[in-house]
């Protein structure tokens, strides 16, 4: 049975999209005085990037977060959070893949792409708020945007290898039945 390569790219990135989506939403810790949340959303982010390629993961990261954004009543985060999120994705497929090109780069591929995702989000969600709420209280959600960020970043270095296993496995299986 032959694979069709789009129909398993838009399979993949609507997983994906799912997966932030969910991770974004399961767990919420509230962070005090910014109205706002931590959760394990971001390692996702990262992770779509890695594995989906920046365009796919762009996609993927950017509607998944914003469907949180939207389904959690943050609506008026849902543009950021697709731009946000979907830069950060793309930039870490991007990362990855020059960095990926010899095995020992990998971890320093996952590892790049979560600090990028601290970068991104904490600057790009305080000038997004700047405009909303001036600049002192922007400045307020930027340590709870780098703990998250922080968090993403372990949480991917952690599922990379775990997640890489399953992309094998199922890439074998694909082979063997064709």
């Given at each position: 049975m032959k694979t069709n390569n789009n129909t398993r790219k838009?399979?993949?990135?609507a997983l994906f999209m799912a997966l932030v989506c969910t991770a974004t939403m399961v767990i919420r810790i509230p962070t005090p005085g910014t109205n706002g949340y931590i959760h394990p959303g971001d390692a996702l982010v990262i992770l779509s990037g890695i594995f989906l390629g920046p365009v796919q993961g762009l996609l993927a990261a950017g509607i998944g977060s914003a469907l949180a954004d939207f389904l959690g009543g943050?609506?008026?985060y849902v543009p950021a959070t697709f731009l946000i999120k979907g830069l950060t994705a793309f930039c870490c497929g991007l990362?990855?893949?020059?960095?990926?090109?010899t095995a020992g780069k990998r971890t320093a591929g996952v590892v790049i792409g979560g600090l990028t995702d601290m970068v991104?989000?904490?600057c790009g969600y305080w000038l997004?708020?700047?405009?909303?709420?001036?600049?002192a209280a922007a400045l307020a959600s930027v340590p709870s945007n780098?703990?998250?960020?922080?968090?993403?970043?372990?949480l991917a270095v952690i599922l990379y290898p775990v997640l890489a296993v399953?992309?094998?496995?199922?890439?074998?299986?694909?082979?063997?039945?064709?």
């Amino acid at each position: 049975m032959k694979t069709n390569n789009n129909t398993r790219k838009m399979v993949m990135t609507a997983l994906f999209m799912a997966l932030v989506c969910t991770a974004t939403m399961v767990i919420r810790i509230p962070t005090p005085g910014t109205n706002g949340y931590i959760h394990p959303g971001d390692a996702l982010v990262i992770l779509s990037g890695i594995f989906l390629g920046p365009v796919q993961g762009l996609l993927a990261a950017g509607i998944g977060s914003a469907l949180a954004d939207f389904l959690g009543g943050y609506l008026l985060y849902v543009p950021a959070t697709f731009l946000i999120k979907g830069l950060t994705a793309f930039c870490c497929g991007l990362v990855f893949q020059r960095l990926s090109a010899t095995a020992g780069k990998r971890t320093a591929g996952v590892v790049i792409g979560g600090l990028t995702d601290m970068v991104f989000v904490a600057c790009g969600y305080w000038l997004y708020e700047t405009c909303f709420y001036g600049m002192a209280a922007a400045l307020a959600s930027v340590p709870s945007n780098l703990i998250q960020g922080l968090g993403g970043l372990i949480l991917a270095v952690i599922l990379y290898p775990v997640l890489a296993v399953c992309r094998r496995q199922m890439e074998q299986e694909e082979k063997r039945l064709e």
